[in-house]
């Protein structure tokens, strides 16, 4: 049965809060009203600068952003994605944001991905998906997936990422999810999803990729992974 997000008068919920250096951090749900502005932080920040859409030159196709966008807006309206507001001298600002989603055993997803560009970056999704049961590893008939992970330029080096991460159990633990699992698909984020103790189930060399008919460079170097953590 498909998990659906209750959403009523106690949302959006607070996850984790801490100050640093006379600035308040919120990471709590992101509520329908600030959807278009995670867009604009989405599109901005890791159309450009993700791994994969990178080297796709995903932004160069006006066709896959207009449906990476769609695709993320579909996501976002399910309720279960974090966002981190810096909130300084009496204003809210939305900074940084992880596109989630519960995923169940046996769902089919009927994603429309249209534009070569986003269809090369997806693809890589499938295989990295396709090369390990993230279900029996973890144990589990659901679990929270994510499909961005996102920080504005200039909040970067705070380590938001890794404690975004982080409020991925309690937010998993208050609907009786007990994992999580993603693909992390550059440096920068394997390193946050290891820092918030993520294990690796499998890496996918760009060279595999290549190899299953995706345009990317036959490098063995640059890499793919399949993270997850299984909460207790």
Not at 119 to 130: C, H, P, Q, S
Request: glycine share 6%; with cysteine; aromatic share 10%.
């Amino acid at each position: 049965m498909p998990f659906k997000r209750v959403w009523d008068s106690s949302c959006p919920r607070v996850w984790d809060q801490w100050e640093d250096n006379g600035t308040k951090w919120v990471i709590r749900d992101l509520p329908p009203e600030d959807d278009e502005l995670a867009i604009k932080i989405l599109a901005e920040n890791l159309c450009t600068d993700e791994a994969l859409c990178e080297h796709s030159k995903l932004v160069e196709d006006p066709v896959s952003v207009r449906s990476m966008l769609d695709f993320w807006r579909g996501y976002l309206s399910q309720r279960m994605s974090l966002a981190c507001y810096e909130e300084k001298n009496g204003q809210s600002k939305l900074v940084a944001l992880n596109v989630c989603l519960v995923v169940c055993q046996g769902e089919k997803t009927n994603d429309l991905i249209e534009g070569e560009k986003w269809k090369n970056v997806y693809g890589a999704l499938e295989v990295a998906d396709e090369k390990v049961d993230a279900f029996k590893c973890l144990g589990l008939d659901k679990y929270l997936y994510a499909l961005g992970l996102v920080v504005s330029r200039e909040y970067r080096g705070a380590r938001l990422g890794s404690r975004i991460l982080a409020a991925r159990k309690p937010l998993s633990l208050y609907h009786g999810i007990k994992g999580t699992s993603t693909v992390f698909t550059g440096p920068a984020s394997q390193k946050s999803a290891a820092r918030a103790g993520f294990t690796t189930l499998a890496t996918i060399t760009f060279k595999e990729l290549a190899e299953a008919g995706l345009d990317y460079p036959e490098d063995e170097s640059r890499a793919i992974k399949v993270m997850a953590l299984k909460y207790e």
